[in-house]
């Protein structure tokens, strides 16, 4: 056990054992007229999936901070972001609307208009003091969308200096929008921090192959950087007497930059760790299986400040939960509805991948509006993050197109890289990881139909133009901010070249990862 991580457990047990002092702030919460407003912090990483977290039962990652909000508050086991993308996963936290009613911001690197109310600048309007560090909104363009801040708030160099900002007992709202665990990663950074391969729990749309181990485990390297982060910030509002009266959110705002994962509406795309922590309110080790859609965020937070909630949010207020920790008992909590539009520029004429899915405790149905496009990007074409762009570029992506032609990789490549069929069903019990498309069989012909009725249903209701127009060109044209000119690579030289960045020598070939010449 390295020292580092030996200082880390010590701030946690510090963390768990130190008693709390409460902050002096004066004004009244109408909610609960014997205290004040609640602050609140809202830590989101950039690309974790459910559930790599200690708490969720992972053997390998280490997340003492995620873990102890956990413990001391409520643990959600069915909680999923709106769209496995970055803009406009965080556009729908901020909006408590879906990416298609968002207009532009229902694509990645979009323009966010400020038409629509953001609850971070209603708190703001109701006496709190707001800000944000590091990601927030993004990426994108929100000054042409009439924002001269970012919308998740004003940006502050650090925890400290956003407290310090603040008048005397106002209540804040802070965003700490990591960008962990992001690609790039800095190879071998897992393992030396003492992290075991063989406990890697590979999910089965990868390779089991050393060299995916040792990727995994530099993914969870920033993991536990970010959860670090969160911890030195929970300190911070100990030693200031602040936690007691504070709401710690902790989350992603999709799903693992591997293949089949981000930018795809399967549970490694779209199902997000989370915990929440309110010591005054919530019972100690809730766990919480009633499902959660991030457009409940901002109801959520404006009751808990006794603000009222805009009649044009579509998400649903979290207290009832948190304070009675309900499991299931709610026919309103037993499904989420899911979407993507473009996420990268990596087609021809910038065109989309359009999904819509719904999420049950027992079934995964996803529709593809325009199946007949590639939906990791087209294969020869490089306009931003490279062939098949919507899969961030990895030795774990790499290696599968290097393989795509022996009998025992070609499945993971048509997982990861193929045209997809119209329609898409997938028994949970039975294949956790969503890789048995089960769609075509007439055994579940009548379930098919019926969940395809829920989600057309939905999509009508909110509005979705997919709905009326199913083959709309709208986000295809909506404007991609990056200037990237659109170019054409050879394939084999990509993957040659991108594995020679990572590794040399003999380090190359006891990696696991070496790939023939022949190849």
């Not at 897992?190 to 075991?196: A, F, L, P, V, Y």
């Not at 009998?407 to 997982?415: M, R």
């Not at 997809?420 to 012909?445: F, H, Q, S, T, W």
């Not at 070939?509 to 023939?516: A, D, Q, R």
Request: net charge negative; glycine share 6%.
């Amino acid at each position: 056990m390295t020292e580092n991580y030996i200082y880390r457990l010590s701030a946690i047990i510090f963390l768990i054992f130190s008693g709390a002092c409460t902050d002096r702030n004066t004004t009244s919460n109408p909610s609960h007229p014997e205290q004040p407003p609640p602050n609140i912090v809202f830590f989101i990483a950039d690309d974790w999936s459910y559930p790599h977290a200690g708490v969720y039962g992972d053997e390998t990652v280490r997340t003492p901070t995620f873990d102890f909000l956990a413990k001391e508050g409520a643990l959600f086991n069915n909680a999923f972001c709106a769209s496995p993308s970055c803009s406009p996963s965080r556009a729908s936290i901020l909006t408590s609307r879906y990416p298609h009613q968002l207009e532009s911001a229902g694509n990645l690197w979009s323009v966010f208009p400020k038409k629509f109310p953001n609850w971070v600048s209603i708190l703001e309007s109701n006496g709190y003091h707001t800000g944000k560090s590091r990601k927030g909104w993004g990426p994108g363009d929100y000054v042409s969308g009439g924002y001269t801040n970012n919308p998740a708030g004003k940006d502050y160099p650090d925890f400290r200096t956003f407290l310090d900002s603040r008048d005397q007992g106002q209540p804040f709202f802070y965003w700490f929008g990591s960008k962990d665990p992001h690609r790039d990663y800095e190879t071998n950074t897992g393992i030396k921090t003492g992290m075991d391969p063989a406990s890697v729990e590979v999910p089965a749309f990868l390779p089991d192959t050393p060299c995916v181990r040792n990727d995994m485990l530099d993914y969870y390297f920033e993991v536990e950087r970010f959860d670090r982060e969160c911890g030195n910030i929970m300190r911070i509002l100990r030693t200031r007497g602040l936690l007691e009266n504070t709401i710690l959110v902790m989350t992603s705002d999709n799903g693992m930059p591997f293949p089949r994962a981000k930018a795809n509406l399967y549970d490694y795309g779209t199902r997000m760790p989370l915990a929440i922590y309110w010591t005054s309110h919530i019972k100690q080790n809730s766990t919480i299986n009633d499902f959660v859609n991030f457009v409940d965020f901002g109801p959520t937070f404006l009751e808990a400040a006794g603000i009222s909630v805009p009649d044009e949010f579509e998400g649903k207020s979290l207290i009832s939960l948190l304070n009675y920790s309900k499991m299931n008992d709610s026919n309103e909590r037993n499904h989420v509805f899911l979407e993507r539009e473009r996420h990268a520029n990596v087609r021809k004429g910038n065109l989309s991948y359009p999904s819509r899915a719904i999420r049950t405790g027992e079934y995964l149905y996803i529709r593809n509006f325009e199946h007949e496009r590639w939906p990791a990007g087209d294969s020869l074409v490089h306009q931003s993050v490279g062939q098949y762009g919507d899969v961030d570029n990895s030795i774990s992506k790499f290696l599968i197109l290097a393989n795509r032609d022996d009998p025992e990789g070609q499945q993971l490549h048509k997982l990861a890289f193929d045209k997809r069929p119209e329609e898409e069903l997938y028994i949970l019990a039975n294949d956790p990881y969503n890789v048995k498309n089960v769609a075509a069989n007439k055994k579940y012909g009548r379930l098919k139909d019926s969940l395809r009725t829920e989600l057309t249903n939905w999509m009508n209701t909110t509005g979705d133009l997919r709905a009326t127009q199913p083959k709309t060109t709208y986000w295809d044209e909506v404007l991609y901010t990056p200037d990237y000119q659109r170019q054409n690579f050879n394939l084999d030289e990509e993957i040659k070249n991108y594995s020679m960045l990572l590794y040399n020598g003999s380090d190359f070939e006891k990696s696991g990862c070496y790939i023939p010449e022949n190849k």
